[in-house]
């Protein structure tokens, strides 16, 4: 019989690894759907426009895309990497709330983004 003691100790170097993966993949969808928003990609504009709320609205996307973009970069920089996951979260819930309440469709991807931003931080 093996004792505990005499197994290795796992090293612990997978976990920062694979978090700097899951903070690429996770920055690149960002800056993907905030690039989208900051150039007024067709769908991105039909979807604000769903909300009813005028063309004023639409500068609403721009903030939106910025925030996403820009978070996406703190993600990839450790000192701002919490503080990014937190603030993308954070859209992540005002976009649950929109598909739920007025957009329809499926909030599976914003959902997902939010549980992997909330693992990040």
Known sequence: MISANALPAASGKGRPITLWILSGLVALAFVGAGGAKLVGGAAMVEEFD???????????????????????I????????????VMLAIVMVGAIIAHVTVLGGSPAAAVVLFVLTGIIA
């Open 50 to 72: 769903k909300v009813g709320l005028g063309q004023w609205f639409r500068y609403f996307m721009y903030f939106t895309g910025l925030l996403e973009v820009a978070a996406a």
């Open 74 to 85: 703190g993600l990839l920089i450790p000192r701002y990497a919490f503080y990014a996951a």
